[in-house]
């Protein structure tokens, strides 16, 4: 398997536009998790899916966050409309389960800049 | 709720040097104890971990000791190398059903030849 795959690697955007993110994860793992990464705040759970199903959303920051699972091998995070302070690194991540999140697999990340 | 606490960074040391990245928890329960490392532009990779109290956990010459007495899981490697330059993360999962990785802040070691 070639791991977690995330694309873009790099995104810039203009505040305002919708920006999507995406993520494939590794086969077999049930859990996926979407992280965001700044340097104020380190690194937060945005949402996780079990079987494609959303799980937990407490820490997605706004409704201009949303992320979908339409199947087992694709996610995306999406924000509409995107603003500066959105600028971070986005991760995903998957588990084979949650009692071993522990032992996630990350994907190599989106760097995203609003300007 | 729970959390984890790491010494704030950077951390520059020489090669050859002896590491020590300190961290510590508040959890209810026994958590399960975690150091991830991220080198420059990549993911977050798992380092080694620790499932239950005075468990070692150990891998490319880093350990790190469960310990429930101080409650603490502080990262350790008796000879750095130039390659172990990276930002390390350390983590917990709760006992409590159905929640999620907790990491803290991250840091930065920079080591020079």
């Known amino acids: 398997d070639a791991g977690v795959i995330q694309s873009p690697r790099h995104e810039v955007t203009e505040m305002g536009q919708e920006v999507t993110l995406r993520c494939k994860p590794i086969?077999?793992?049930?859990?996926l998790f979407w992280y965001r990464q700044t340097m104020m705040r380190g690194l937060e759970l945005l949402i996780y899916?079990?079987?494609?199903?959303?799980?937990?959303d407490s820490g997605m920051p706004e409704d201009r966050f949303s992320a979908k699972m339409p199947n087992a091998s694709f996610s995306t995070l999406k924000i509409q409309p995107s603003e500066p302070r959105d600028s971070a690194v986005y991760f995903c991540?998957?588990?084979?389960?949650?009692?071993?999140?522990?032992?996630?697999?990350f994907g190599q990340g989106t760097r995203l800049t609003v300007v | 709720g729970d959390s984890v606490t790491q010494m704030e960074g950077p951390v520059t040391l020489s090669e050859e040097a002896f590491l020590t990245i300190n961290c510590t928890y508040t959890?209810?329960?026994?958590?399960?104890l975690f150091w991830y490392v991220q080198y420059p532009g990549e993911g977050l990779q798992l380092l080694l971990k620790?499932?239950?109290?005075?468990d070692k956990g150990s891998n490319k010459g880093f350990e790190a000791t469960y310990r429930k007495e101080t409650t603490s899981f502080h990262l350790e490697k008796g000879s750095v190398q130039v390659s172990d330059s990276a930002v390390y993360f350390c983590?917990?999962?709760?006992?409590?059903?159905?929640?999620?990785?907790?990491f803290g802040k991250g840091t930065t070691l920079s080591v020079s030849s």
């Open positions: 086969s077999g793992h049930d859990y």
């Open positions: 983590a917990l999962t709760s006992n409590q059903a159905g929640t999620a990785l907790i």
């Open positions: 991540a998957s588990s084979l389960t949650l009692a071993r999140q522990g032992e996630a697999f």
């Open positions: 620790a499932t239950k109290a005075d």
């Open positions: 899916f079990n079987n494609n199903v959303p799980i937990d």
């Open positions: 959890a209810t329960g026994y958590p399960s």
